[in-house]
């Protein structure tokens, strides 16, 4: 595409080169013509610039993103595409080791068929460190987890396309301890240097057992943490602090007595970083026909990463961001160029009679809207980038103040990693692509008006008359027209047959804003409207279609085209219908001294301009459109989960859990004795396979409740079974009445949706679970197995709903169901919910929780802290993403300054006669400000109407299904009126200068 | 008392260091009800003139006394609104507005005296019939001609009755058929409606409309004659 653009703008700029020279006296007038009326030329290539930064920006933030996703997967990853660990688990967890003739069949295997270009067996286990002495340390600065990766240094060359090179780590002069290599973040985190020597600690708890001497190494170099040296083992996080040391000295300090042994094979498919992945199928296959699949899994972290990143809503948000804010550079180049070309109009036919060609007409408007566009686009290229490098910045610095909030250890490091891989970048392809398009979109826009005026009928040039098409032209149109709707119909065919919503759409919607226009209707204002209005209605009713519905979740073309068929359904049924706005304001503001006057000339202009009014419009509705997007969707997630405030935690204020497999929790009676906490409850959580309906088996957690849950909890948000009685009906009392029978459940609609209010299942126990990460737990199969423990029937007597924001999902019984011996097998995991007094002195108990937390290496979360979390996050986002958009709105705003100054020069005569016949200078001054404010309001009421029915869509679709909209008004208020005042006070200086002419000089005014 | 008095008129435009006397001491009355031509080579003040006896342009120095008011010493709104309830206006280009048909152009003129919507559109009709073209009220200028386009022009400077009636070059874009029936147009509307007509030629033909000629050169007058119609 790139190489296309290049060579189209190649050779359309040596033409124009070319014919520059070749005709200098047309070259001469049109560079002229740039000095002629500076402000005017200053407003051009103003709005053109601001057009291509516009691309330009939308162009950076994707590409910033981009690298982002796929720098993380590269740094965490390198050319990992798979890894292989053995299937079976210990009852802690952790999976049996293995060694390398137990795969060299596979290996050998992939390795024939050439599918991959490098295996690579590791240790990988997370660990405490700290510098010598440190390791035990509480305090975060002296002792941080980090990952330990035992690795053959010598494989490490010849693993993947490119291997790993060690070459500039200078071995130290050889001591008694192991040398490790650790990572740039390990080294900045804790302020260590080669040559300093770290303890490691396998467990916690020998934080306590401070008589047994921790394992030491030396530090003997410090490394960037990418690729597989970035890669920490599929069961520790994502922070980038690791140790890296040979297989031996790692198995010495992980006190791991089997020689040769590894946890984990790691696969580079042949290609590099992102190619690799694409053989992933493959690998995968020839692993499941090796036989290893009984003794080992496969897990293809690559793909799974990518699909992870890819399917991001940020990205998301971005694509569609992207995508209006370029077509809103597209039509701000149009609008001007056009003007341009309409203002040329007179002077053109002028040359035509003078006697110059068609060819050499439609040149010399060429060669004006070439110099225009070339300074234009190259000062929006760099525009472009600056206001998107202070963006991102923007956008970085949130994350980093985010993360201030978390009381996770290991935040910090993480932001760090953020800030230094989330930066702006924009690939050179874009920089030339938007370049090429702000110089191109402009030149064909120019080129093709010229040619328009070329071909016109001379007189109707030279005096400014609209030309009647003639019967060439017409038959043209109509056979495109034809084609178009031909277009359609066989999209919308094609749409049903591949049940492919966007195809269908896109292809409705073509026809139906085609159709009006291909028949000669005799009311055709009333039949272009019937149809713009028949496609907002289908649209909003295309979920009930149910492959449009399938779709509406992923889909981001169908997310697209639904978007731009309703607003530019609505656009056009304005512009349609701008006389009749005409009319309204008309009688409205009828009354009232001086104003019918005013009135009637400030919405003429715009009525009978359609074209122009109907791309400014345009420009102000695309932005204002996304906008009211980007405001309703993420306010009323805000405000829903403020009404969820008491879903959380299960109606409790905070809870304290164990953080992954070195955290301990602290005793409920430790919690219960700080000051502050008025209710401790335990609820203890274990794996339960419930038979459904269907005669499925889901494996799901369930949550069992003691006495304190049932009295403490101001849990409401639960649908009752009306088999229920009445007063147990009151939701009061319904976990009251839960933890005093032991056949009664309540359920989790988000994990259970088949399962019916009044159901009556059958729940078990698994026999074996398995850890499959830090504090990440599952059964050992996903099928009932024989050795499953029945625990009964039970009646499904209440559903928390989808739409709850809870931390707890699952199945919600009394602890008395399951009996204390079974219990303490089957608990995987441990939660406490706590009630805190809300008097001032609310900070300091949640500062002794927090310690608490610490000295257990537990975690500690309170309900407002999360709810302020989540909301600063989504709200710093969403303001980011606002200001990259009211950045868009200079675009609206610049348009119609350029529309005001154009009109200013256009109607100077005009004026000169209104000021002559009785129009005062604040009648001219009005009648401006009118006009703008008439382009405006139309804007903006259109972008936000078509925008609330959009959001209205999306709610309706499936994947929103219980989400209510909530209308931020005050953020609607607050755009709408200082975009408002601001295109107002753009269009001032027209105004006023208007309003000052003399009408004396105005009447004289011939250029 | 003269309806128009015209006192020591002078217009100087400077441009740079260069001054241009465009009027030198002029003085000369207008009768009501009188057509008065005013005639001379191009570049020669009459239309300096117009726009100074019409207050659209500022002289430098002296007098416009209209009806008794000195019009120049009036601010600018309120001579503005002198124009509005006093005066029309025919221009050589029509200056209609474009995007305004024939009858909404029309209109503008009694809208801004703030006459009701409903009256001034009766009344345009009305004064568009009265210059034949009550079949054409609903076009807009582009798609009349040029003698119709000046017809709602003058409609557009009668509707209003105003006291005078001031006409730039109101033929210099037409043919001569179209001329002459323009001319009989305001002929028979000034002998109807008794207003008085100053019109800038330098078309002789149209000067034998007139009830006097006023003949500029140089910004002086070089004479004031009567004429036999």
């Known amino acids: 595409m790139l190489v296309f653009l290049a060579a189209i703008a190649l050779v359309v700029v040596s033409f124009i080169v070319i014919s520059m020279l070749s005709d200098r006296i047309t070259f001469k007038m049109s560079f002229r013509n740039i000095f002629r009326r500076k402000a005017n030329t200053l407003l051009v290539v103003a709005g053109s610039m601001i057009g291509t930064a516009l691309i330009v920006g939308s162009l950076a933030m994707n590409d910033s993103l981009e690298r982002f996703i796929y720098s993380q997967i590269r740094e965490t990853l390198g050319e990992i595409d798979q890894v292989v660990v053995t299937s079976a688990e210990s009852d802690r967890g952790y999976r049996r080791l293995f060694q390398l003739d137990e795969v060299k069949e596979l290996t050998s295997l992939l390795d024939e068929e050439d599918l991959i270009d490098g295996v690579l067996p590791i240790l990988a286990r997370e660990v405490t460190v700290g510098k010598e002495g440190s390791a035990r340390s509480m305090d975060r600065s002296l002792s941080t987890s980090a990952a330990v990766m035992g690795v053959d240094f010598s494989l490490l060359a010849d693993f993947g396309s490119q291997g790993v090179s060690l070459a500039d780590i200078d071995p130290l002069v050889q001591n008694d301890l192991p040398q490790v290599l650790i990572t740039r973040e390990l080294s900045k985190t804790l302020q260590i240097e080669v040559g300093d020597v770290l303890e490691v600690m396998i467990d916690t708890a020998e934080r306590l057992l401070f008589w047994i001497e921790l394992p030491r190494v030396m530090v003997s170099g410090i490394v960037d943490a990418q690729g597989v040296l970035g890669y920490s083992g599929l069961r520790q996080g994502m922070n980038n602090a690791k140790i890296i040391m040979n297989p031996d000295d790692a198995r010495r300090i992980l006190r791991i007595g089997i020689e040769n042994s590894f946890n984990e094979l790691l696969i580079s498919n042949r290609g590099d970083y992102l190619s690799g992945a694409a053989l992933t199928g493959t690998v995968i296959e020839r692993f499941e026909e090796s036989g290893l699949e009984d003794e080992f899994t496969m897990v293809p972290i690559k793909e799974q990463r990518i699909r992870m990143a890819t399917q991001g809503n940020v990205g998301l948000l971005f694509f569609a961001l992207s995508a209006f804010a370029v077509f809103a550079g597209i039509l701000l180049l149009s609008n001007i160029y056009l003007m341009l070309a309409e203002e040329r109009r007179t002077e053109l036919g002028t040359l035509r009679a003078l006697g110059y060609t068609r060819k050499r007409v439609a040149r010399a408007i060429l060669f004006e809207g070439f110099f225009y566009s070339i300074i234009a686009s190259a000062a929006g290229v760099v525009v472009g980038i600056i206001i998107t490098m202070q963006i991102l910045e923007g956008f970085v610095d949130l994350v980093s103040d985010v993360s201030m909030l978390l009381p996770i250890e290991n935040a910090a490091m993480a932001v760090s990693t953020f800030e230094q891989a989330f930066r702006f970048f924009i690939k050179p392809e874009s920089i030339f692509f938007g370049f090429f398009l702000g110089l191109l979109i402009p030149l064909a826009i120019i080129f093709f008006s010229g040619k328009r005026i070329s071909r016109m009928n001379i007189v109707a040039a030279v005096r400014g008359i609209p030309q009647v098409l003639g019967k060439k032209p017409k038959r043209f149109l109509r056979y495109l027209e034809y084609i178009l709707l031909g277009v359609s119909v066989l999209m919308v065919y094609s749409g049903i047959s591949d049940r492919n919503g966007a195809v269908f759409l896109a292809g409705l919607t073509l026809g139906l804003l085609i159709f009006p226009l291909s028949f000669p209707f005799k009311r055709r204002r009333i039949m272009e409207s019937i149809c713009s209005i028949s496609l907002i209605v289908f649209v909003m009713l295309s979920n009930h279609v149910t492959f449009i519905a399938e779709q509406s979740i992923d889909s981001i073309p169908l997310m697209i085209v639904k978007g731009f068929a309703i607003l530019f359904a609505g656009l056009l049924l304005v512009v349609y219908n701008l006389k009749t706005f005409d009319n309204i304001l008309g009688t409205v503001m009828r009354n009232g001294k001086n104003r019918s006057p005013v009135v009637k000339v400030a919405i003429a202009f715009s009525a009978r301009n359609k074209l122009r009014t109907g791309l400014t419009v345009a420009m102000y509705a695309v932005v204002v459109y996304i906008i009211t997007l980007v405001s309703i969707i993420p306010y009323s997630q805000e405000k829903m989960l403020e009404e969820s405030r008491n879903d959380v935690f299960l109606g409790f204020d905070a809870t304290v859990f164990a953080a992954g497999l070195q955290g301990r929790l602290p005793s409920e009676a430790e919690i219960g004795a700080i000051r502050g906490v008025e209710s401790v409850t335990t609820l203890d959580s274990a794996f339960t396979r419930i038979l459904l309906p269907s005669g499925r088996y889901s494996t799901v957690p369930a949550y069992l409740l003691d006495d304190e849950f049932a009295e403490s909890t101001i849990h409401r948000n639960v649908v009752l079974w009306e088999g229920v009685s009445e007063t147990q009906q009151a939701r009061e009392n319904i976990w009251k009445y839960l933890s005093q029978r032991d056949d009664v459940i309540i359920v989790s609609a988000s994990v259970l949706p088949e399962v019916v209010l009044g159901d009556n299942v059958q729940l078990y126990l698994p026999a074996k679970v398995e850890i499959i990460g830090p504090g990440f737990f599952m059964p050992a199969s996903p099928e009932l197995a024989e050795e499953d423990i029945s625990l009964g029937y039970f009646r499904v007597i209440g559903k928390i709903p989808e739409t709850s924001f809870t931390f707890f999902n699952g199945i919600f019984m009394p602890r008395s169901v399951v009996d204390e011996e079974l219990r303490s097998d089957m608990i995987v995991d441990s939660t406490f919910l706590l009630n805190a007094s809300s008097d001032k002195d609310l900070k300091q108990t949640k500062q002794e929780i927090f310690d608490l937390s610490i000295r257990t290496n537990s975690l500690s979360f309170f309900v407002d802290d999360i709810i302020d979390l989540v909301n600063t996050a989504v709200r710093g986002i969403v303001d980011i993403l606002r200001s990259f958009l009211y950045f868009g709105m200079v675009v609206g705003i610049v348009g119609i300054a350029i529309v005001m100054f154009k009109a200013l020069y256009e109607r100077k005569r005009l004026v000169g006669m209104m000021k002559a016949i009785g129009f005062t200078r604040g009648m001219v001054f009005r009648s401006f400000l009118l006009e703008t404010s008439f382009i405006v309001v139309v804007g903006l009421a259109l972008g936000f109407v078509t925008g609330t029915l959009t959001t209205y869509e999306m709610f309706s679709s499936p994947f929103f299904e219980g989400f209510e909209v909530f209308m931020p008004w005050g953020q609607f208020l607050f755009m709408g009126i200082t975009f408002y005042l601001v295109s107002l006070l753009v269009t001032l200086a027209p105004s006023y200068i208007a309003s000052r002419l003399s009408p004396a000089e105005a009447l004289r005014y011939f250029e | ?229």
Not at chain 2, 89 to 99: D, S
Request: net charge negative.
């Open chain 2, 1 to 229: 008392m003269a309806f128009i008095e015209v006192k020591n008129l002078s217009k100087v435009y400077t441009n740079g260091e260069v001054s241009v006397d465009a009027l030198k001491d002029v003085s000369f009355e207008i009768d009501e009800a009188e057509i008065l031509s005013i005639l001379g080579p191009s570049g020669c003040g009459k239309s300096t003139l117009l726009n100074c006896l019409s207050g659209i342009d500022e002289p430098t120095s002296g007098q416009v006394i209209i009806d008794g008011i000195d019009i120049h010493a009036l601010s600018d709104n309120d001579k503005t609104r002198f124009r509005a309830f006093n005066m029309g206006f025919v221009f050589q280009f029509y200056n209609l507005i474009p995007v305004l048909n024939a009858r909404e152009n029309v209109e503008l003129a009694l809208l801004t005296t703030g006459v009701p919507e409903k009256q001034a559109r009766r009344l345009s009709v009305d004064t568009l019939d009265r210059v034949g073209l009550n079949q054409r009220a609903e076009y807009f200028p582009s798609q009349l001609s040029g003698g119709e386009r000046q017809r709602v022009s003058i409609a557009r400077a009668l509707v209003h009755n105003p006291k005078i009636i001031w006409a730039d070059e109101p033929t210099g874009a037409l043919d001569t058929e179209t001329s002459k029936e323009l001319m009989d147009l305001i002929l028979d509307l000034n002998k109807t409606n008794n207003q008085t007509f100053v019109i800038v030629t330098h078309d002789d033909r149209i000067s034998n409309y007139s009830d006097r000629i006023l003949h500029v050169d140089s910004g002086k007058i070089v004479s004031l004659e009567s004429v036999k119609v």
